[in-house]
């Protein structure tokens, strides 16, 4: 997905070609079900929807946005309008908006790591500096976090960017933190970008919203790509300061114009009610293979999303990171490399939803042979 | 569409509020035909397309990059392979990716006007400056275009952008134009940047291609959305020279990631085949349209696209356009204003397929009575 494991791959292209066995793709992130029934884009019909398939409005359909906004008020316990919403492009485009509505040239973003590998070149896209800040499993308390926060603010800073649940290490943030992280930012009047696009799937605990903790200053973003399993649809969005809105509608219009049509209409549908029974299955599917896969792999089992991030420091030769993934993919298994998600050259990847369960399975087992003999 | 016109009426709302009579919504340019048979989104099903709901290449689907490198190169006479194609969300999202790759910030684009709004906001998102340059109905021949662009190039100037068939004229650029065009864009070192996304609305003459002129410095822009009524899927394309596609791909995948993989099936299945029949049924009513509109607003047909451009100053009194839209709003009328398609304060635009054509017809002759009594 990010431009690094592109080229990655590209260069051991040969190696696949001569390769019969199954493939394990567990390098994308992604899920191997169909959106649930009635949320499919066959349920959409010209009878029912006339005029779907024409422009709408670029901030978004109305009933989504209102529905949109409703949930986010019982979810969050604060009270959102659709006036705070900008339905968009998948989180690529939500978070594109909010990058182009802030970021001045050489304007920097904190970005907490590891990350989602988009998120530093959507900051670059628009001219900003991304600005990584490893945090996730490298400090151990929120007070040490903010230290080092502080040690990377200058004049230029403009924004924090945080995800949790994270991607990729399947972590999550502890409400203390959030709380610590917001208020910093807030000391130095930041913007806060949430990406909370894994919020539905934690399989311990609850979900801690940011934006209620700073509702002046937080963009948080959310995707029926992964709570749905619509990635292909490119339908998301991002609630925000009502007040700031406009300018995010004029990147998203600028860059994309308006989400997908028939993309509204099936998240809609799924907001509506199909949608909540969906996630609950997949939620108890996606915890069932990252146990399993955490099990196998020898690391602790994943908090939240649906990776697990590895140190695989002590089983690299002298052909570094690079090897490593040469020898999985002679065995059919892709995994995303750690350089994707921040300074992280002996780290690599594995989405444990990416295929079919059984699939997926086999590949950890690939994976595991290769770590452990 | 821009922010202009929303502008605009949103000033005017309240007196839409009470209006109950027929609406006529000739401010939009898009189209009343729903998309063909076979290429809607209730044509495409997991059990034809299994995974058609997740993440597809950001560049674009194999099969589709194919079929549009064919049809460029039995069209433009230029052979065109699937390197050189980059699919996109919509001409928004194709001409976001061009500007995200060339401009960097302060770079100039010259823009050919009056031009298509979203062009000035698409520069202006990526930090560079638009700098019209009326033409079009300005000046008489080329080498007068070629003295006017000599005027307003500065060492800034990165591109050059043009719209033919030109919304919101109706006009085409004649093919020794356009050579004299990118033989100037080509002695200066400019890119340029052809929207073609009308290419299949001439009602009189042939498309005259741009990339085969300048083919190492153009990039041509299309779309399903205006070709095939699909404006709602997000889907379209630019065509440009292979070493420099991935520079755009770079900008796409941090705008909006990968174009929606059911637009993408729906746009392959009108290439290879129910498309073309669907275009040249559009393609007769759209003119037989734009002659009615003609006659009955007394300007001459249009010679492509789906609009015509008024010049209404002689109907202006001292409340200037905005008095003019007014009247027009008062009787149930929308129009596009002058302004958002550059200097042209005393213009206004019309879509003559915008809706229902016996709906068209009457909003047209609502027209003819506020402009002619």
Redesign the interface.
């Known amino acids: 997905?990010a431009?690094i494991p592109g080229s990655v791959y590209s260069a051991l292209a040969h190696r696949l070609a001569t390769y019969e066995g199954e493939v394990y793709p567990l390098h994308?992130g992604?899920?191997w079900m169909?959106?649930a029934v009635g949320c499919?884009?066959?349920?959409?019909?010209?009878e029912e929807y006339?005029?779907?398939?024409?422009?709408?409005s670029p901030q978004g359909l109305r009933g989504l946005l209102e529905a949109i906004a409703e949930r986010m008020t019982l979810r969050t316990g604060l009270e959102t309008k659709a006036d705070s919403v900008l339905v968009a492009?998948?989180a690529?485009?939500a978070l594109?908006a909010v990058a182009?509505a802030i970021v001045?040239?050489g304007a920097e973003v904190l970005i907490l790591a590891p990350y989602w590998p988009?998120i530093s070149?959507?900051v670059?896209?628009?001219?900003g500096t991304p600005v990584p800040v490893p945090i996730i499993g490298s400090v151990e308390s929120a007070a040490a976090a903010v230290e080092t926060l502080d040690d990377l603010l200058t004049e230029r800073t403009v924004a924090l960017y945080l995800n949790t649940p994270n991607n990729p290490t399947g972590r999550t943030l502890p409400a203390p933190w959030l709380e610590a992280l917001t208020g910093w930012a807030r000391s130095n009047e930041l913007w806060i970008l949430a990406d909370e696009v894994y919020e539905d799937y934690l399989y311990t605990g609850e979900h801690t919203y940011t934006r209620p903790l700073a509702p002046e200053r937080t963009f948080s973003v959310h995707s029926f790509?992964k709570a749905l399993?619509?990635?292909?649809?490119?339908c998301g969005y991002v609630v925000g300061p009502p007040e700031v809105m406009h300018e995010l509608r004029?990147?998203s219009?600028?860059?994309?114009?308006?989400?997908?049509?028939?993309?509204q209409l099936a998240a809609l549908r799924a907001l509506e009610g199909a949608g909540d029974r969906w996630i609950a299955e997949a939620r108890e599917r996606y915890r069932e293979l990252g146990m399993m896969a955490a099990e196998k792999l020898r690391v602790p089992p994943p908090e939240g999303s649906t990776f697990l991030f590895l140190d695989v420091s002590s089983k690299l030769d002298e052909r570094g990171l690079v090897g490593f993934l040469e020898d999985c993919v002679e065995r059919g298994l892709f995994v995303a490399p750690g350089p994707s998600f921040g300074p992280y050259p002996h780290h690599i990847r594995v989405c444990f939803t990416s295929a079919e369960p059984e699939v997926v399975e086999r590949g950890v087992e690939v994976l595991a042979r290769v770590l452990y003999g």
């Open positions: 997905m431009s994308i992604d899920t169909e959106p499919r884009m066959q349920d959409l019909t010209v006339p005029g779907m398939h024409r422009y709408s492009a998948g690529t485009g594109g182009g001045e040239p988009l070149g959507i670059r896209s628009f001219h790509s399993g619509m990635a292909g649809n490119r004029k990147v219009t600028h860059t994309f114009y308006s989400t997908p049509t028939a993309a």
